[in-house]
């Protein structure tokens, strides 16, 4: 069976830095796109970053770019995304997910797998 799960959420202020973990069993990272998304009350989820298993490529929205940056540690099965200069409008349930394929897709539905989900919140 396939198990995501997230860790690192917490409250900081802006301007300040997290870094989210998403440790995986069943499945390798290396063979998969790994992403992460975000989801606000009333909003739908976004995808926020994203690395593929060939040649880790990568993706960033708009809103995030140069601000967080995703990873991955093969030997640990481990994904990470370290999260800089915080803003509130960061505030957010993160996920982490996983497809099996080779593309970076922008909605969830594409997603196979998800983990349960860290609270970041960013406060002012």
């Known amino acids: 069976q396939v198990q995501l799960a997230e860790s690192g959420g917490g409250l900081v202020q802006a301007g300040g830095s997290l870094r989210l973990s998403c440790a995986a069993s069943?499945?390798?990272?290396?063979?998969?796109?790994v992403a992460w998304f975000r989801q606000t009350p009333g909003k739908e989820r976004e995808l926020v970053s994203a690395?593929?298993?060939?040649?880790?490529?990568?993706y960033y929205s708009d809103s995030v770019k140069g601000r967080f940056t995703i990873s991955r540690d093969s030997a640990k099965n481990t994904m990470y995304l370290q999260l800089n200069s915080l803003k509130p409008e960061d505030t957010a349930v993160y996920y982490c997910?996983?497809?099996?394929?080779?593309?970076?897709?922008?909605?969830?539905?594409?997603?196979?797998?998800w983990g349960q989900g860290t609270q970041v919140t960013v406060s002012s």
């Open positions: 997910a996983a497809r099996q394929g080779a593309l970076i897709k922008m909605t969830p539905v594409w997603y196979n797998y």
């Open positions: 069943g499945l390798l990272f290396t063979a998969n796109v």
């Open positions: 690395i593929t298993g060939g040649d880790g490529g990568t």
